[in-house]
């Protein structure tokens, strides 16, 4: 079973974060997982439960998402804000953790931490999540990556969340049947959650769009165009291991090419039957990974 409690940190936010009921064995690694868009934390609850007890596992809700502190300004989701939470909350359970695990929105979180406070954390498993720097060129100069982040301009409208609540939600579940247009894994029960998370509200989760620089070009004078990205805060030096489901439609394999350069101590472990819904499709293969990981 999970269960879900707040934790209030130190600087105002509070998140509610899900763990396994059975507790953790004596001197058990310490492993946070972080969620994406337009998910939650419950997306790590088979993974969590194949783990436990042997490994104490946490997963918050970020904040704007369902049970977490949202603050009404776009500007409250820039990457120092999203950071400074995750920081709070390990600090909050005692640090290092032995693993952070991220997918899509958490990993860009991820990737900033790690730069930023490599101290908390042993090592790192990002899961279909571009490093800022890859993606910045990305966007800059692959018109086939232009194409595929199209959405993100969607999600930035200003009233993209009352497009996305109409009619059942009907413009948010094509994001999880994309490619396979009935995947396996969503389930009723899937459904019911992934409902419940998003009639609590989409203006958190849509803002972390907003508040990012990282979007496709609007054109020859878009701010991206002179957008700088020091080496000096996007360097990982950490261990850190990258699981990729190939079948992505949304992150292509270009995004990780040269990613060396940011990320001396690296592994990549592609998935060539998977999407960028990993976590739901082989949550088995995610498990063992971790278990690998914290285990190295």
């Known amino acids: 079973m999970i269960q879900t409690r707040p934790v209030a940190l130190p600087h105002g936010i509070t998140l509610a974060c899900r763990s396994p009921r059975a507790a953790a064995l004596a001197a058990a690694p310490r492993v946070l997982l972080l969620h994406g868009f337009p998910e939650a934390a419950f997306v790590w609850d088979e993974v969590m439960l194949m783990l436990s007890p042997s490994v104490n596992c946490l997963a918050p809700n970020q904040r704007g998402y369902i049970g977490s502190s949202a603050p009404a300004e776009v500007l409250a989701y820039r990457a120092k804000h999203l950071v400074a939470d995750v920081v709070a909350l390990i600090e909050a359970q005692g640090?290092?953790?032995?693993?952070?695990?991220?997918?899509?929105?958490?990993?860009?979180?991820?990737?900033?931490?790690?730069?930023?406070?490599?101290?908390?954390?042993?090592?790192?498993?990002?899961?279909?999540?571009?490093?800022?720097?890859?993606?910045?060129?990305?966007?800059?100069?692959?018109?086939?990556?232009?194409?595929?982040?199209?959405?993100?301009?969607?999600?930035?409208?200003?009233?993209?969340?009352?497009?996305?609540?109409?009619?059942?939600?009907?413009?948010?579940?094509?994001?999880?049947?994309?490619?396979?247009?009935?995947?396996?894994?969503?389930?009723?029960?899937?459904?019911?959650?992934?409902?419940?998370?998003?009639?609590?509200?989409?203006?958190?989760?849509?803002?972390?769009y907003r508040a990012s620089p990282l979007r496709p070009p609007r054109g020859s004078d878009d701010p991206l165009h002179t957008l700088e990205i020091p080496d000096c805060v996007t360097t990982v030096r950490v261990p850190t291991t990258v699981l990729w489901g190939d079948r992505d439609v949304a992150l292509l394999p270009a995004l990780l090419m040269g990613l060396e350069r940011w990320v001396p101590d690296l592994q990549v472990e592609h998935v060539s039957d998977a999407s960028h819904w990993i976590v739901h499709e082989q949550p088995a293969r995610v498990a063992a990974l971790i278990e690998r990981l914290v285990a190295a």
């Open 95 to 208: 640090m290092p953790l032995d693993l952070l695990v991220a997918h899509d929105w958490g990993g860009a979180v991820a990737w900033n931490l790690a730069a930023l406070r490599p101290d908390l954390l042993r090592r790192l498993l990002i899961i279909n999540s571009p490093h800022p720097a890859t993606f910045l060129r990305e966007l800059r100069h692959n018109p086939a990556q232009q194409a595929a982040s199209a959405y993100m301009t969607f999600l930035c409208r200003p009233d993209a969340e009352g497009l996305l609540a109409a009619n059942g939600h009907a413009r948010l579940w094509p994001f999880l049947s994309n490619p396979d247009p009935a995947p396996a894994w969503l389930t009723d029960t899937v459904r019911s959650q992934y409902r419940a998370a998003w009639d609590t509200g989409l203006t958190g989760p849509l803002n972390y």
